[in-house]
């Protein structure tokens, strides 16, 4: 492990970094929600001014369960409800995740949760995607290379998936590039949407699953097994999978004496890559804290590791701090941040061509000048 510069938050922010699992929804600025509240009458809010509020979302979430975090996202759902909403927020979006250093991004919403207003799903994903150029220009205007695509998400606790799935394959030349489906995970095993997963496969079109969160193995063997995932949003209990010997340290840097199951063999062998979102984790409950978290393990043992943010409002997170974070605990180096940023780019939804070029002309140039 080199450490030529700094390991620090500012060297961080300008290491390029790839997102693949970052809900719309759940990234709003906290003056954005406010002034869209007011804009649209909206009369729920918990706060009234920007720190409250982002305090507000930050202890909501910080509840231990997956169902009581999602309840947080009503908020911000309901101010996302007309084309220009919509468009403000995937803008402000795009120009964050440029400002932290993110050069590729995969974003996710559930259009079926902004009709309310009368716009249909085409107009949604429009809006949204109108607000990704924007922002990608705005970007590129203040110096800052990003690419971002849209993947758009069925509720698992509601049936549209196969409607959302073919809203996917619609809008594949303009910038969504794959499905999910995410929401309560117990009870709405990945199953219930094969006709929606069946579909993608009929037309050559990813997707991604939330599976492995709250809910633990048998999620993730449907997602992969009977659906055919080509990623797991989290699967971060695939470690319920692999042995360790009792007291192992989570922080080591080998596991030599570690025996993997079949789910865990499979999606090793695979290089099935594990959307891991290390602060959403521990609210939620999957982890107790970053230290226990899993990551390591995981990382150590060559997974298809990824490094995420989930939803940087509810978790006061952006991609650098995910990084630093998992740096202070397991003591990464650039050449670690590299790697599980090329793993990221290798298993994006965009062509081929397209994450090759991204990883030649931008990823390894840009750690190189950090490790030399
Ligand atoms: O981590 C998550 N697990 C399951 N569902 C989630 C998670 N984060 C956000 N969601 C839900 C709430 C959003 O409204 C929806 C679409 O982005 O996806
Ligand atoms: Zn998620």
């Known amino acids: 492990m080199t450490t030529a510069l700094p390991l620090d938050m500012a060297g961080i922010r300008v290491a390029p970094k790839v997102l693949l699992h970052d809900h719309l929804d759940g990234g709003l600025r906290p003056s954005t ?3 869209l ?58 120009e964050d995740l440029a400002a932290d250093g993110v050069v590729y991004a995969e974003v996710r919403f559930a259009p079926e949760q902004h009709l309310q207003a009368g716009l249909d799903l085409d107009e949604v994903v ?35 998936s196969l409607e959302i799935a073919e809203l996917a394959v619609r809008f594949r030349a303009r910038g969504v590039v794959g499905f999910d489906i995410a929401g ?41 097994s009977f659906c055919g995932t080509d990623r797991l949003g989290h699967g971060v209990r695939v470690i319920d999978d ?8 989570p922080a080591a840097t080998t596991f030599p004496d570690v025996t993997l199951g079949d789910i865990a063999n499979y999606v090793r062998d695979k290089r099935i890559p594990l959307e891991l979102c290390p602060s959403s984790n521990v609210q939620t409950g999957a982890v107790t804290d ?10 150590r043992l060559r997974f298809r590791v990824t490094v995420n943010t989930d939803n940087r409002l509810m978790s006061d997170t952006t991609m650098s701090r995910e990084f630093k974070k998992l740096a202070d605990q397991f ?32 990823i390894k140039p840009g750690y190189a000048v950090l490790i030399e």
């Not at 979430?61 to 997956?66: E, I, P, T, V």
């Not at 009870?187 to 709250?214: K, Q, V, W």
């Not at 692999?242 to 340290?249: A, F, K, N, Q, R």
């Open 33 to 35: 929600v406010l002034e």
């Open 37 to 94: 509240a007011q804009q649209v009458g909206y009369p729920d809010l918990p706060a009234s001014d920007t720190e409250s509020l982002a305090r507000w979302f930050r202890t909501a979430a910080d509840s231990g369960s997956l169902e009581q975090y999602l309840e947080t996202f009503a908020h911000t759902v309901a101010v996302m409800q007309t084309a220009a909403a919509l468009e403000r927020v995937a803008r402000e979006c795009a």
């Open 126 to 160: 429009e809006a949204v995607l109108r607000g990704f150029t924007e922002g990608e220009q705005n970007a590129a205007q203040a110096g800052k290379r990003i690419k971002v695509r849209c993947l758009v998400t069925a509720m698992r606790h509601a049936a549209r």
């Open 184 to 224: 309560a995970e117990a009870g709405f095993p990945p199953s219930r949407h094969l006709d929606a997963f069946e579909y993608m496969r009929a037309h050559n079109a990813p997707f991604t699953i939330h599976a492995g969160e709250a809910f633990g193995l048998p999620s993730i063997h449907e997602a992969i």
């Open 242 to 249: 692999i042995e360790l010997p009792p007291g192992t340290d």
């Open 331 to 362: 003591g990464y180096g650039w050449s670690d941040l590299e790697r599980f940023t090329v793993n990221a780019m290798k298993s994006a939804f965009i062509h081929f061509d397209e994450r090759l070029e991204l990883i030649d002309e931008v």
């Open 290 to 299: 970053i230290a226990s978290h899993p990551f390591n393990v995981l990382a």
